[in-house]
């Protein structure tokens, strides 16, 4: 190929047509394509490997602990998930609205698959997204505290398309993380979706977060434009070790 051709590519940032360009040459020239034709490839091939190149970006950035997907979600094992509600969901149309997803239940019941599928599919409908743990936000707080860098943790937080915070209730918040909590919460308020789960039920939010007044003024924001999940069902977990065989199945 010629050396400069494949520079002004490179430079105009069409990578791939570049690395690819003598194959898709040899194709048109095999296929007898029209000149339009060919160009048109050309594009395809290049747009869907730079869409493609982005989603890959946004999972990373995502940071999800793993992937899943709804396609893999057991709807017969959880009937108390509302399969309706979980399409409409995926539609993304919530995250427009700045609307949140809550998903409350005991340990096991899926909560954090159907937030991770939720935001898989909004990652690939172009939005970003950021996933993380209660603990995680905790220890990340303290730490941007200590840096004197928190209004760097909160922009970071403010700034996806959704914020996932998963497992809420499993250990309490301090007066600054329920705080910092509070102004995300309330910065994102109808202009960023936010996806929770958590294990406990909402009149349990004032011992999560150390205050009833803070977690009441936490629940009016979250729960103005929202829909709730309330999973009451079986642990996944605990039904792969039955069907493992590593627990009894009358347990």
């Known amino acids: ?148 860098t928190l209004h760097y943790f909160i922009n970071r937080m403010s700034k996806p398309d959704i914020l996932i915070v998963d497992e809420l209730g499993y250990f309490p918040f301090d007066e600054l993380t329920a705080n910092v909590f509070f102004q995300i919460v309330s910065k994102r308020y109808e202009r960023g979706a936010m996806i929770l789960t958590s294990n406990k039920s909402y009149v349990e939010w004032g011992k999560v977060f150390g205050d009833d007044v803070l977690a009441t003024a936490i629940l009016d924001r979250l729960l103005h434009h929202s829909v709730t999940f309330n999973i009451k069902g079986q642990s996944f977990r605990m039904k792969e070790k039955k069907q493992a065989g590593i627990i009894p199945v009358q347990l």
């Open 1 to 148: 190929m010629n050396q400069q051709l494949e520079y002004r590519l490179k430079s105009l940032g069409l990578e791939y047509t570049a690395l690819h360009i003598d194959h898709l040459v040899e194709d048109a020239s095999r296929d007898n394509i029209s000149y339009l034709d060919f160009l048109i490839n050309l594009v395809n091939e290049e747009w869907e490997q730079r869409e493609k190149q982005l989603l890959e970006k946004r999972i990373h950035t995502a940071r999800f602990p793993f992937s899943k997907s709804i396609s893999d979600f057991d709807f017969e094992f959880q009937p108390s998930v509302n399969e309706k509600r979980v399409k409409e969901t995926l539609t993304c149309r919530f995250i427009k609205n700045g609307e949140n997803r809550i998903l409350l239940g005991p340990p096991g019941v899926g909560k954090t698959h159907l937030a991770i599928s939720f935001g898989m599919e909004a990652l690939v409908k172009g939005y970003t997204v950021k996933f993380i743990t209660a603990d995680e936000f905790v220890n990340e707080c303290r730490k941007a505290s200590a840096k004197e």
